[in-house]
C-alpha cells in the first residue's frame, strides 16, 4: 500500500503567518493517465472534513487563494498564506492513484 | 444543497454484524462514485470502500476486504456498507462521501461501536 507521511505532525502558527505541510509518498502518484491524484483535506474542530485541493494544485470551489498546493511524484506540500482562524484544525493529504486508496496522517494546526 | 445523511450505527458485539445507510439528495446520485471513510476515537481518516456510480467498480482498504461490502441503490438514492464479523478496531465514526477521485461532500458521520 502507498504510504502518505506528513510533517511536521503538529504546527504552531501565529495569525497573519505563512504555514508549510509537507507530504511525501511512497510511490509517485502520476497515474497512467497523466493526472497525480493527491489531494488536500481539512477536518476543523467537531466538523467533517472538507476537500481544499485535488490534483495536487487545484482549489475547490470557495476555497481561498491562500491554500496553494504544489509537488509532483512523491513530494507535496500545501502552503498557507496568511493564516486566519478559520484555518485551524487538521490537515491531511490523500491519495487516489493507487489502489487501496490512503490517506496521511494528518498535521494539526494551532496557534502559537 | 447537497446532503449525506448516515444512519445505521449503535454499539455491536464482536464478530457480529451490522448495515449502513447513506441517504443522499440535493443531486443525481446515480451520476456520482460514493465511498466510506472512518475516523476511529481520536485518530486520523480510513478510507475503507468505493462504488462507482453504476456499481461496476468497487474496491476496498485491505483492513476491511472480506469482511464488509459497500453496495447503492440509485432508485432510492442510497448508499450502503454491510459490516460482518465486526472487530474492536472497527469501532469508528463512518462517513459516507461524493466522489470518484475527490471527496467534496461529506455527510456527518455515524458512530459504530464493537464491544462486548
Keep these: 500500500d502507498v504510504v502518505l507521511t506528513q510533517t511536521p505532525v503538529s504546527l504552531s502558527v501565529t495569525l497573519g503567518d505563512q504555514a508549510s505541510i509537507s507530504c511525501r509518498s511512497s510511490q509517485s502518484l502520476e497515474y497512467s493517465d497523466g493526472y497525480t491524484y493527491l489531494e488536500w483535506y481539512l477536518q476543523k474542530p467537531g466538523q467533517s472534513p472538507q476537500l481544499l485541493i485535488y490534483e495536487v494544485s487545484n482549489r475547490f470551489s470557495g476555497v481561498p487563494d491562500r491554500f496553494i498546493g504544489s509537488g509532483s511524484g512523491t513530494d507535496f506540500t500545501l502552503k498557507i498564506s496568511r493564516v ?18 490512503t490517506f496521511g496522517g494528518g498535521t494539526k494546526l494551532e496557534l502559537k | 444543497e447537497v446532503q449525506l445523511v448516515e444512519s445505521g450505527g449503535g454499539l455491536v458485539q464482536p464478530g457480529r454484524s451490522l448495515k449502513l445507510s447513506c441517504v443522499a439528495s440535493g443531486f443525481t446520485f446515480s451520476n456520482y462514485g460514493m465511498n466510506w471513510i472512518r475516523q476511529a476515537p ?25 469482511r464488509f461490502t459497500i453496495s447503492r441503490d440509485n432508485a432510492k438514492n442510497t448508499l450502503y456498507l454491510q459490516m460482518t464479523s465486526l472487530r474492536s478496531e472497527d469501532t469508528a465514526l463512518y462517513y459516507c462521501a461524493r466522489g470518484d477521485g475527490y471527496y467534496d461532500y461529506w455527510g456527518q458521520g455515524v458512530m459504530v461501536t464493537v464491544s462486548s
Design chain 1, 84 to 101: 486566519e482562524p478559520e484555518d485551524l484544525g487538521v490537515y491531511y493529504c490523500f491519495q487516489a492513484t493507487h489502489d487501496p486508496w
Design chain 2, 42 to 66: 481520536g485518530k486520523g481518516l480510513e478510507w475503507v470502500a468505493y462504488i462507482s456510480s453504476g456499481s461496476s467498480y468497487i474496491y476496498y482498504a485491505e483492513t476491511v476486504k472480506g
